[in-house]
């Protein structure tokens, strides 16, 4: 198959670049799995949010929020945002991090409610009161319809005539005569650019093609689901976690969703909750709200890669000719999809640089895998 664009990964980060970049050429999509995000795009608490404490990561965020409010037509059947609202509770001591997370919020264009302990409680009733000295509420934060997002892209893509390859491990990359060559078993593609958004393998990619690695670490997050208790009607309630980032909560339909909201540094791979680390989550939980949990309902985990200055990367390197990365999104790739998907294909198009990101603050060398705060910190 030749193309103008082979993108290895078809999680929302890899959906979305196919879904913008098909619009200037044509695109083949390479997922290994059976499903289109199988892995993190399909294990998130799905929150868009802009209390992102990486600068460049809050900027994509904001810059995404228009799209996610009002995609292009035809792009998905349902809204892709719900209203839900983020609120994060603070114990004595812990001022000087809710006045940090504030600060990320209004620099993004986003409320920031404080709030005091009657506020907190009664956005939340089921927190312990004397757990509790104040809170920030993001009343603009939204549940996000991860498959709805995802289906969108992949939709956009097909009408844009890409192809969609499920199946297609790759077990080699190489360059010939000034095109990239990716094979995997009953199957090869070929264009001058590859796009490596292959989310927790993106350097077990980049080191199949000979290059050398971004330095892209997975890191795991556990997550379950758990009854909610009698007689509460927790529909209306805010996503809440504490400041200290020791766990979170957030409605779901019919339940509640907790996790202990660690970043574990693992291998790639298909992550699977840890027994302790649930017990753990259960335990802080229950430390800080009047919930108790018998048992789970359901368990998971996911991986969320970072670079090493926690932005996300796309660009392409020196060393790399025709080579880009579009990695390091670390649990916020969902949200700033979006803006991921429309900076990597004015990227690779030499395309006008998107209004949303320039509004935002954002320029290209912000997200180069060149940028300075990048390797020194590698």
Known sequence: MQVDVVIIGGGIAGASAAAFLSEHGRVALLEREAHFGYHSSGRTAAQFTVGIGAATMRRMAQASRRFLENPPPGFAEHPILTPRGCL???????????????????????????????????????????KVAAGINEPDAMDIDVNGLLQGYLRQARRNGAALVNGAGVEAVRREAGRWVVSWPGGAASAPLLLNAAGAWVDPVTRLAGLAPLGIVPYRRTAFTFATPAGLDTATWPHVGNVGYQWYVKPEAGCLMGSLSEAVATEPGDAHPEDIDVAQAIYNIEQDTTFRIARPLSQWAGLRSFAADRNPVAGTRADAPGFFWLAGQGGCGILTSPAMGQAIAAIMTGGAWPDDLARAGVAPDDLSPMRPTLRAAA
């Open 88 to 130: 994060t509770v603070a114990d004595v001591g812990q001022e000087a991090a809710l006045d940090r997370l504030r600060g990320h919020l209004e620099s993004a264009g986003a409320r920031a409610d404080h709030l005091d302990r009657a506020g907190a409680l009664a956005l939340f009733p089921a927190l312990v009161a004397d």
